[in-house]
């Protein structure tokens, strides 16, 4: 069993430990579940603003003559049209269609490109470039553990990036700058995780300290409209938001088809990419199973696994829950048999001691309307 003492430490770790941070291992990571409470930065986030160490996530950068090419042939969207400054959502799939990934794609300039993937398939997509680049020119540096990557989410995020640039709130959603601040390079995206607006940025490692301290100010004070949040909020608010994550809602035997992620998906790309033919068998047929939201009765949450039913019969398996601190309510996301995925259905979803009452619902769920 590995001890917290031997996992990988991310650049803010010393932050983490000095805030209160309670530290969990995450695919191999040290990481904050919170720092006192996941309700309170939950809504902190929705309200005001939040800041998310997201270090642990991949950071792969592809440079040479292929590398748009071997992009484009490894990712269901379209690499070779993208401006350069874009950032695009995709999928990196099997054979068969099932998702190894989900990522973004950063369009550095002509011959290229950055690659965020999740923490826990870095080192299995390293192992699929080696695979399948046959003999394309290009380079892939694993820049992980040699740069930092931060997030800071929520209505008041912009407000605060305005006071170190004039241009990054400027950006269109999914653009992304490089700019030079404290004497480094920080790549800044217009992106996130939350279903909030606000930045995602990438900067050199041993800036990581500084930057948090520059972006946070004094987070004790009663005004702060930043504060660091954990894991257990950075999951319930993509939760609320519909997002997917790697290990629920998608893996390697659920398509992205299923899984509501058809703008993902260019089954007209030129060239082709690994697991079209599959996906484009699915999208001929129908997916089979379809991902929904759901509004539990009561106020237990149900968990990756439970079974979903109607009329004692199980149509479906919930993939993600909980109670939705916005909503004061129970949700969750399951993949059903999509004749029964028509939203307003009626059903049951066994929470292990009691079966309790559900309805079919939109994702994202709506929790704007009350968390204003």
């Known amino acids: 069993m590995v001890t917290l003492a031997e996992l990988r430490k991310t650049p803010f770790h010393d932050f983490h430990v000095a805030h209160g941070g309670k530290l969990v291992e995450y695919s191999g990571w040290s990481m904050p579940l919170h720092y006192g409470s996941i309700i309170e930065e939950h809504l902190q986030v929705r309200r005001s603003g939040g800041l998310f160490d997201v270090s642990h996530m991949g950071r792969l950068r592809f440079r040479g003559r292929d590398a748009v ?28 269609g099932g998702c190894r990934d989900d990522v973004l794609i950063y369009r550095i300039d002509e011959a290229e490109c950055l690659m965020v993937c999740n923490a826990a398939n870095r080192e299995k997509l390293v192992q699929h470039i080696a ?38 709130p400027q950006l269109k959603r999914y653009r992304f700058q490089q700019k030079q601040i404290l004497i480094a ?12 607006d606000g930045i995602e940025a990438i900067l050199p490692k041993a800036l990581a300290g500084k930057a ?20 257990g909020a950075r999951n319930s608010l993509r939760l609320e938001a519909g997002m997917a994550l790697y290990g629920h809602e998608i893996d390697e035997s659920t398509d992205p088809l299923a899984a509501g992620l058809q703008f993902t998906v260019n089954l007209d790309k030129p060239g082709g990419f690994i697991g079209q033919d599959a996906l484009q068998r699915i999208a001929d047929n129908g997916p089979s199973t379809k991902l929904i939201g759901l509004l539990l009765e009561g106020r237990r949450a149900a968990r990756q696994g439970m079974d979903v039913r109607i009329n004692g019969g199980t149509v479906g398996r919930v993939t993600s829950g909980c109670l939705s601190p916005s909503l004061n309510a129970s949700i969750a996301m399951a993949h059903i048999d999509v004749e029964h995925a028509e939203h307003g259905t009626q059903i049951e979803v066994d929470l292990g001691r009691r079966v309790t009452a559900a309805t079919v619902c939109k994702i994202p769920f709506d929790y704007r309307s009350v968390s204003s």
């Open 212 to 231: 948090v301290k520059m972006m946070l100010g004094n987070i004790d004070a009663d005004e702060a409209v930043v504060r660091p949040c954990g894991l």
């Open 185 to 196: 390079k920080f790549l800044i995206s217009r992106t996130g995780y939350t279903g909030e």
């Open 131 to 168: 695979a399948i680049r046959g003999h394309m020119v290009f380079k892939m540096t694993d820049e992980t553990e040699s740069t930092a990557m931060v997030a800071v989410q929520g209505p008041a995020a912009m407000d605060l990036v305005a006071r170190f640039s004039r241009s990054i």
């Open 69 to 96: 090419a071997f992009l484009d042939h490894m990712v269901t969207r379209t690499v070779a049209d993208m401006q350069q400054g874009q950032v695009r959502y995709a999928i990196v799939c099997n054979a068969e």
